[in-house]
Antibody, heavy 118, light 109 residues
Framework: EVQLVESGGGLVQPGGSLRLSCAAS????????MSWVRQAPGKGLEWVAN????????YYVDSVKGRFTISRDNAKNSLYLQMNSLRAEDTAVYYC???????????WGQGTTVTVSS | EIVLTQSPATLSLSPGERATLSCRAS??????LAWYQQKPGQAPRLLIY???NRATGIPARFSGSGSGTDFTLTISSLEPEDFAVYYC???????????FGQGTKLEIK
């Protein structure tokens, strides 16, 4: 079964850091671009970052540039999101997603919740 | 930055009716347009990619059309399980940056 499972969410103070993980199974992880997408409480979806199959290219939404870093370990079938200098507006459910061959995100995890609050 | 505007914000229909959801881009996105369905407490599900291609396992009542700046998701005959929020999403040519529309809530009338 093709599956993505996120972990690492939690409560963190403003200015703090958190590292999210996403474990992939059931497909050849190293063959796919991967993404992080977030959803603030009661709001819509927001793309956060992408990473190429070999990790050589990474792209971010402007609001997280310089604070978040996407990375992957193909040997461990894992995707990561290092989040630094967290702000209240980063509070959201964070999903990892696979970018399919047709430019859509065709596999999603169940999400992990990040709350930034003092 | 390409902005996607979805309309209407809320669509109230009955089971068996036809639903037409619109997504307009602030500039041409070629055919790199996808549609997702999201139900409360669940992750989004890919319905349509590249404007008109149904994703694996998606029923034939879902169809997508359009190109350039105007796109449409049509549900030919609504089933009870179709009532949800729908998002469009585009990918820019290069670099590959993604944006989502603000969503259309499809509710039971």
């Amino acid at each position: 079964e093709v599956q993505l499972v996120e972990s690492g969410g939690g409560l963190v103070q403003p200015g703090g850091s958190l590292r999210l993980s996403c474990a992939a199974s059931g497909f050849t992880f190293s063959s796919y671009w991967m993404s992080w997408v977030r959803q603030a409480p009661g709001k819509g979806l927001e793309w956060v970052a992408n990473i190429k199959q070999d990790g050589s290219e990474k792209y971010y939404v402007d609001s997280v540039k310089g604070r978040f870093t996407i990375s992957r370990d193909n040997a461990k079938n894992s995707l990561y999101l290092q989040m630094n200098s967290l702000r209240a507006e980063d509070t959201a459910v964070y999903y990892c997603a696979r970018l399919g061959t047709g430019h859509g995100m065709d596999v999603w995890g169940q999400g992990t919740t990040v709350t930034v609050s003092s | 930055e390409i902005v996607l505007t979805q309309s209407p914000a809320t669509l109230s229909l009955s089971p068996g009716e036809r639903a037409t959801l619109s997504c307009r881009a602030s500039q041409s996105v070629s055919s790199y347009l996808a549609w997702y369905q999201q139900k409360p407490g669940q992750a989004p599900r890919l319905l349509i990619y590249d404007a008109s291609n149904r994703a694996t396992g998606i029923p034939a009542r879902f169809s997508g059309s359009g190109s350039g700046t105007d796109f449409t998701l049509t549900i030919s005959s609504l089933e009870p399980e179709d009532f949800a929020v729908y998002y469009c999403q585009q990918r820019s040519n290069w670099p590959p940056l993604y944006t989502f529309g603000q969503g259309t809530k499809l509710e039971i009338k």
